[in-house]
Every structure is written in C-alpha cells, then in structure tokens.
C-alpha cells in the first residue's frame, strides 16, 4: 500500500481544522501548525461570570447546513442551541426601531413596512419607494452594495438599513463591498428585475411558499461556538502544534518544506494555507507571485467586542429583543449590542446558576468599522466606557458592570471589495496549477463560519485527490511528464 501523503495545514482556526479533518478523511497524515498559543483563530469563548461566553463569532447561520452537519458529525449534537424569542432592532434617528418587516439583507420589499418602521426619513421612504417607476439601472460586471441600491432606493436605505446589516457580517462600508459576493440573495436581481423592491418581494413570498418549514435561521452550541474548534483541535491531538508560526516555503524535488520559526523544518506532500490573505500571500509570493498580488489586494477590517455582566436592575426595565444595530452616522461608537442573555437561553441558564440570587445579564457590543483606526486606538478601558454610554443612551442603563472583558480583533474580516469573486478565480487558478498546494479560509468565498467549513472541505478534498493521483510532483512540468 503506497505511504498516506503527509500535508501541512498552516492556520487553526475553523477553516484549518476543519481542513485537517477532511485531509485525514481522505486517508493524509496531517500536521496543523498554529501561530498563536491556542488553536481556533476567531472562535474563543472565556467565562464571564462564571459561565462560558464567546469571544469571537458566536452563532452559524443554521440555513446552510456545512456548519450544522458538522457539529453532528462530531457528536455536538446534544450541544446544539437555537436564539431565544425576539429580534433585533435598530438604533435609527435617535431610538431603537424594529427592523421593518418583508426587507432582505435590509432591502425593504414593502414600503408601507418601511414607512412604519420609522427607520427612515419620510423623504427617505419616498426616495425608496421611486425605485418603483425608475427605469432598470443597468448593471454589468460586479458594483458595490451602495451603488447599486443607493441608485435604486437612495442612501438612506444604503446607510440605515443595508450597511448596518451587512456590518455584522463583514464590518465593511457598503461603498466598497461586492455586491455579487456580499449580497448573492439580491445581485441577481440587478441583473433580472426592473424594480428591486417587487424583486425582493417576489423572492420573499416564494420562501413564504416553501413547501417545508424552514426551521431557525442561527444555531450555536451550548458553552459557546467556540466548542466546535475546540473539539476539532482534540481530534487533532498532538498533530496540532501551537505556538508555531510557518516562516517560508520551499519547493523540494519531492513536495514541499515549510520553515517554522524557533523549530525544525517540516517536510511534506501538500501544504494547505488556511491562515489570512496577508500571510498567505507572503508564504506564496515567491512561489505563486500571482497569487500572492491577488490576495495582498484583499483589505481585513479590526474590530473589538466589549463584554459586560450587568445587574438586570441596571436597566429601567426588561431588557426586549436580542440587540440592536447602528448606522455609522447616529453618533454612537457601538456598531451592534448584542443582548447575549436574551438571545441565547442557555447562557442566562449558566449565569443563573453560577450567581444565585444576583440576577446579572451579559451583553456584547461590537466596535470597529473598515477604516475606523482611530477608534480602536483607544484603550481597553476607553473602548468600555464609551460601550457603556452608548448603551447608557439607547436603553437607559445605569449601572456599573460586575464583569467587563474586551476583545481585540485586529484585522478580524476580510473585505470583499468589488471584484472579488474575479480576484478569488485568479488566485486559485494560479495556486491550482502547483500540484500539492491549496488555500482556504475566510478570505476566499464567504467568511461566516459554514461557508469557511464548505471551503476547507472543498480545497482538503483537491489537494487529497491531487496527492494521490500525482504522488510527489512538484510542479506542472513534473505532473505533465507524469501523464503524457
Ligand atoms: C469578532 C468576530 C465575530 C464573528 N462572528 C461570526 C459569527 O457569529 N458567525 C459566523 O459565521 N462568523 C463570524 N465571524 C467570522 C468567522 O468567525 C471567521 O471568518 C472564521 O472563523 C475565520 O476562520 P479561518 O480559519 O478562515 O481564519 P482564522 O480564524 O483567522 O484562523 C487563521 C489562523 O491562522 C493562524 N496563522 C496566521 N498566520 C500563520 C502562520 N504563518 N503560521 C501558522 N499559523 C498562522 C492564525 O493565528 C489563526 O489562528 C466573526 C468574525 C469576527 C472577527
């Protein structure tokens, strides 16, 4: 029997770990090298008051079903929790408004919802509604998010509604997010529909025709997401090597070496990038120069999340829905809060029982938007008193935090700029053409954690594929003469 190709996962967070478990499916003997002191890249959960709280991402979209599947796969299911009751809402024009109803990614359908939503400006609503007698707005090639919907609907539903949503995702401005990559449930649109609003309303009533429930749209699991890497990093075991930054690549005559810093060199079949754009394009640009351009070109926005254990009784009253979201121009410095208690039953289950008789609840706010540097300049500190006067403002709190826990993410979201999805094809058809090489990650196709396992299992399975019908070559040339 032929030895199992041995392939290097350089990156463990979600996408490498998950790559790694593909790559072992496939029959590879694999090393995952991590840079930081624990795996996971941006799922972390701490406890907070005694009960585990996500650092990071904190939920999957439950309506695709690669993250889903594979917390089944791994024996998570018993784990897996759904959001409690209620909504998020929006801090627009001075105070929290629900978010209007028959909208898609924060494109009304229904403009009656809209103008009683309050969310907008009267003037607002009529400027979205003229989208209606408008002719089609020709688009060709990918646009960004605000120019196309700017166009149709006028900034207000850009600023207010689409960028605010698109914020949670991807911490971007929608004057430069791909429409094709950020929104794919509205750009088809653009290129069918005269009116954007009837073509968001027709999409919205055929889901409302779908023949089978649709179930919850987010899951998690009990103890916070982050169980998922933690579990894959186990799986791992001593295969996974923290504390272990790859250096450089080298092309052998038989595969590849990667340089680590502080330790020895590993040899190997295949090495699998599962580590952000800048350092794969830096491990790349001698070897793949293409490549390397494409993903230099690929900008990371930071962010911070400020956690917060409450008294209940800070607050004049219940605490309702899950969170709200913030415009960029309301003048606050949260982009989101994040009513962690209300959103996920289990969590306040765990606090409870960690504090008995105290009544705390947990929220998260999230700062940082691209290109807000000066913001995160500040301190940990600063960054928490200035959270907590924007909550101070939108829901009347007046207390002192009995917990308060700050998380840094510098460069935290790829930004899929305009263009994206073209950049993504030249950077794989370059990689693609060097026999026992792939990358994945958040900066390919979709950053959210189910399209990243959808990723890392599509690239394991090349790579594996590549590595057994083409057992050590190097390059093309070599696999050329391999199979005339
Ligand atoms: C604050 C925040 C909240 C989010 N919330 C959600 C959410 O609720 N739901 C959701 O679906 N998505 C969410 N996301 C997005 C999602 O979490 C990420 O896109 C995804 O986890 C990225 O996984 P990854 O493995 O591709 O990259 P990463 O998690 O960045 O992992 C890459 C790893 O590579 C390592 N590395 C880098 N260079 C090297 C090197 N040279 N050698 C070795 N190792 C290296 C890094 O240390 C890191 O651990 C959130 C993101 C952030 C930042």
Redesign the pocket.
């Known amino acids: 029997m032929p030895e199992a190709p041995h392939v290097v996962v ?8 998950t790559a790694a478990h593909r790559l072992r499916g496939h029959g590879a003997a694999v090393t995952v ?4 002191d624990r ?5 972390q959960a701490s406890p907070v008051v005694g009960a585990r709280v996500d650092a ?6 439950a309506r695709r079903p690669e ?1 889903v599947d594979l917390f089944e796969e791994l024996g998570l299911g018993d784990r897996v929790v759904h959001p409690g009751q209620g909504s998020a809402s929006l801090y627009s024009r001075g105070r929290r408004r629900p978010l209007p109803k028959g909208q898609l990614m924060g494109v009304p359908g229904d403009l009656r919802a809209l103008a009683r939503s309050g969310v907008l400006s009267w003037g607002g609503v009529l400027r979205a509604g003229l989208d209606l007698v408008r002719p089609r707005t020709p688009v060709q090639g990918d646009v960004s998010v605000a120019d196309y919907i700017g166009t149709r609907m006028g900034h207000q539903v850009v600023d207010r509604l689409v960028e605010p949503l698109l914020g949670g ?1 991807y911490a971007g401005r929608a004057d430069r997010l791909s429409l094709d990559s950020t929104l794919p449930q509205i750009a088809p649109m653009a290129r069918t529909e005269r009116s954007l609003l009837r073509g968001v309303r027709t999409s919205l009533a055929g889901r409302g025709k779908a023949p089978t429930a649709p179930g919850p749209v987010f899951a998690s699991l009990r103890g916070g ?1 982050a169980g998922l890497v933690e579990t894959l990093a186990e799986r791992q075991g001593e295969r996974l090597r923290t504390g ?4 450089a690549l080298e092309r052998r005559e038989h595969g590849w070496r990667v340089h680590l810093e502080g330790s020895d060199p590993l040899d190997c079949d295949g090495v699998l990038l ?3 754009a800048p ?1 794969a394009a830096r ?1 790349l640009r001698e070897h793949v120069p293409e490549a390397a351009s494409g993903l230099e070109g690929i900008d990371y926005a930071s ?1 911070a ?1 400020v956690t917060f254990a409450l008294p209940a009784s800070a607050f004049p009253g219940p605490l309702t829905g899950t969170g709200f979201l913030v415009p960029s121009g309301e003048g606050l410095t949260v982009k989101a809060a994040t009513f962690s208690s209300n959103k996920w039953p289990w969590l306040a289950e765990e606090v409870a029982e960690a504090n008995p008789g105290e009544d705390l609840v947990v929220l998260r706010c ?1 700062i940082g938007r691209f290109g807000e540097h000066a913001t995160l300049q500040r301190s940990d500190d600063e960054l928490a008193e200035a959270a907590l006067a924007d909550l101070a403002r939108v829901t009347g709190l007046s207390g002192t935090p009995v917990q308060t826990r700050v ?1 840094r ?1 510098e460069n ?2 790829p930004q899929y700029s305009v263009g994206h999805a073209d950049r993504i094809e030249r950077v794989r058809g370059a990689v693609g053409r060097h026999p026992g090489l792939g990358v ?4 390919y196709e979709g ?4 399209a ?1 396992i959808a990723d890392a299992g599509r690239e394991a399975r090349r790579l594996a594929e590549g590595l057994t019908a083409h057992p050590h070559t190097t390059d093309a040339t070599d696999q050329q003469g391999a199979n005339p």
Do not use: Q
């Open positions: 350089v990156g463990g967070g979600v996408s490498g770990l090298i991590e840079a930081a795996p996971g890249g941006k799922l990071g991402a904190e939920a999957v979209l993250a995702v997401v272990t930054r790859a250096r599962a580590c952000p350092e491990l962010m999340l999230s998380t993410w935290g979201l994945c990650g958040a900066a950053v959210g954690v189910p990243c």
